[in-house]
């Protein structure tokens, strides 16, 4: 299949064209809707229901409360832990976890003396 179109074009003032002889196969895209007028109501609803679902809205309240309210000393207190500079140079730990591994029921003798697969 083939398609002719024309482009028109003028040089020194003499109108010209030049007659295009295509070959290959036409896509045409045809649109159907209607348009309404612009709100911001359900724009800031889409936006913040975007944010969330990516994470990023509890990013910008977090920096709101520590940046922008007056009281954002107790929101970084219950938010952050401090720890102490004595205890830091001091090498004293503030809290041991201890990881104990027990077996239950194993009847392997394979798994019981530890020997991997």
């Given at each position: 299949m083939?398609?002719?179109?024309a482009?028109y074009?003028?040089?020194?003032?003499?109108?010209?064209?030049?007659?295009?002889?295509?070959?290959?196969?036409?896509?045409?895209?045809?649109?159907?809707?209607?348009?309404?007028?612009?709100?911001?109501?359900?724009?800031?609803?889409?936006?913040?229901?975007?944010?969330?679902?990516?994470?990023?809205?509890s990013?910008?309240?977090?920096?709101?409360?520590?940046?922008?309210?007056?009281k954002?000393?107790?929101?970084?207190?219950?938010k952050?832990?401090?720890?102490s500079?004595?205890?830091?140079?001091?090498g004293?730990?503030?809290?041991?976890?201890?990881l104990?591994?027990?077996?239950?029921?194993?009847?392997?003798?394979?798994?019981?003396?530890g020997?991997?697969?």
């Amino acid at each position: 299949m083939f398609l002719r179109f024309a482009k028109y074009y003028s040089k020194d003032g003499k109108e010209s064209r030049t007659l295009i002889r295509a070959y290959g196969i036409r896509l045409d895209v045809i649109v159907h809707g209607h348009a309404g007028k612009f709100t911001i109501i359900p724009t800031i609803i889409n936006m913040v229901t975007a944010m969330t679902s990516v994470g990023i809205c509890s990013m910008i309240c977090d920096w709101v409360l520590l940046n922008v309210i007056d009281k954002n000393k107790g929101y970084h207190q219950k938010k952050f832990d401090e720890v102490s500079e004595e205890n830091v140079e001091t090498g004293i730990p503030m809290t041991t976890t201890e990881l104990t591994i027990t077996t239950y029921g194993s009847t392997h003798s394979d798994l019981s003396e530890g020997v991997a697969l």
